[in-house]
């Protein structure tokens, strides 16, 4: 319907001069104001870019250096060049130190940017003021795209929205005005797009598609010439800059045709994400990863384009080429045969945007007539759903345990969230479960205490069906806490060490075992309270003696360390002599 027809009587008051984009501002920011709050790191990439590269993002001068390396700053053979992602590291890095609330600042404030540049972006399409607004405020609380702001390690994907948006402005401003300022504005912004992300490089071939299709440019227009005489140029710089710093280069070109296009059905997942946000994951792997909403939401958006009554097909082609274009350069994802490659979610901050354009095209004057006093209240609700789902969703990153337990049941086929089960202190409980859920062979031992997926899966259905009638048994949440550990579900595992210390609380193994998660899961201070728990009630627990001497050598409190490396030994616990060698050295 044509925005004519819509009674909206406060347009002139929302939608004048620079009001709207501080609108869309505040409405970006609200369901994400409170990760400000996120005292802890996910462990996900973030505290490695972060707290251990922390000597490489702490002074100005790593701005420079950030060109010259990839982003985990491995003196070579990394193959991730992401110099503008370093460089917005080091700003956060000014505002909190190590601290992790300049970075969620700035994920918020990347993520306004982006929303104010998009809906900015939608008016040079072509698309009214109205619908623009309403369709930048729906992208404003997504939740699809939440991973992107409340994940410090996924602010890439809204930084690389920024300088693609503004690449897109400046390169639409030339052509408006024939002004060489901002043909050296948009080169700028190329340039910075892709020294943030690689996905940039196939922008140029959109900026030549729009010349021609919407600009009415000839192919050997002078403009045209230039433009690609400058991109040239930039390609040729980020080149030079980006086998400076020893990247893995692709290899063999036919090889990755192939794997992109193995990997092309992901696109229809992702196009379900965005009409149908109530699957979501965080990095799920192919096969954890299922196409039917997304073939049902193709099929309803080709539905939905027949249907249309005034069909925009420039925008339509140039919304299905955006989504494609910046979204295929992210299949291209090799980790090893033995390592399958996953599909973050954060990936589809910029395609989506195609997506919107393709919708904004759409036009239901006549048969949608009878439902104008209720559009607004309807896209209101939807808001308020959107919104919502994106704030409660924003906790899921709020430190280790969460993430890991959400990626661990998104993606329960991935073969990295599953830990040895026999890395803790077995109770005779879980023995005996293992025991019975065992397919032996006649080869193995009776004391073999390995276990399968499948028979962890089965183990932890038996607990949990025992525990409904038994909840107080300090015994089954033991062995569920092991169990749900193994299995990657690190928050039901805390939750169940809780509780079985909370039945017997004078059970040395219990904390032991929880000291062990939280190593695993990497909030070391609670790995530490739980191995000194578990030593002041047995303090001849040889292993707690020694994991806590691991600990304290990795905190650098070597004293400690070296105390406790003693009285495992006492103890007769084997301790690596290199082990003991090195934190005899760092105290000598």
Known sequence: ?????????????????????????????????????????????????????????????????????????????????????????????????????????????????????????????????????????????????????AWIAGRNDSLLAIFILLSFITFEKYYSTSSMKWYVLHLFCFACALFTKESALLLPLLAVW???????????????????????????????????????????????????????????????????????????????????????????????????????????????????????????????????????????????MGILFILLSLSYTNRLRYFKKIFFPILFLVFIFLGWSSYTRTFLFKNSLTLGEYDASTSPNDPRRYSTITRMALPEKLNQEIKKNKDRSPLQEESDTSVSKEELWKIIDGLNQELTSNHQNPELHHALAIACFARGLFLSSEEHFLAAIHEKPQDATIPYNLGILYYSAQPKSKAENAWLEALRIDSTMGNAHLNISFLYYELGRYQLAWDHCQKALQLGIAVPSGFINEIHGKIS
């Open 1 to 149: 319907m044509d925005s004519q027809e819509i009674n909206f009587g406060g347009r002139d008051f929302f939608l004048r001069a620079w009001r709207p984009y501080l609108w869309l501002a505040l409405i970006a920011s609200l369901p994400y104001v409170h990760i400000l709050s996120f005292s802890e790191y996910t462990f996900y990439d973030d505290h490695f870019l972060i707290v251990d590269s922390f000597s490489s993002i702490d002074e100005w001068s790593d701005a420079g250096h950030a060109f010259l390396e990839d982003v985990s700053h491995q003196g070579q053979a990394g193959n991730l060049y992401r110099p503008l992602l370093t460089i917005s590291l080091i700003l956060s890095a000014k505002i909190s130190g190590t601290l992790p609330l300049g970075y969620h600042g700035m994920d918020i404030l990347l993520h306004c940017i982006s929303c104010c540049l998009l809906f900015s972006v939608l008016q040079k399409l072509g698309f009214k003021r109205l619908y623009s607004f309403f369709g930048t405020m729906i992208f404003c609380v997504h939740p699809a795209f939440t991973q992107a702001v």
């Open 210 to 352: 729009y010349s021609f299709r919407f600009r009415k440019e000839k192919t050997f227009y002078v403009s045209t010439l230039l433009f690609v005489a400058g991109w040239g140029i930039v390609l040729v710089n980020w080149n030079i800059l980006r086998s400076n710093a020893m990247i893995v280069p692709i290899g063999d070109k036919v090889h990755a045709a192939a794997l992109v296009l193995s990997n092309l059905p992901i696109a229809l997942s992702y196009l379900g994400n965005i009409f149908w946000p109530f699957d979501l994951a965080f990095g799920p792997i192919a096969s954890d990863i299922h196409l039917t909403v997304g073939s049902i939401c193709l099929g309803l958006l080709l539905l939905a384009v027949l249907f249309s009554e005034r069909k925009d097909w420039k925008c339509i082609v140039f919304g299905v080429a955006w989504y494609m274009v910046f979204l295929i350069p992210t299949l291209y994802y090799n980790t090893g045969a033995h390592t399958p490659p996953k599909f973050y979610e954060h990936r589809i901050y910029l395609p989506s």
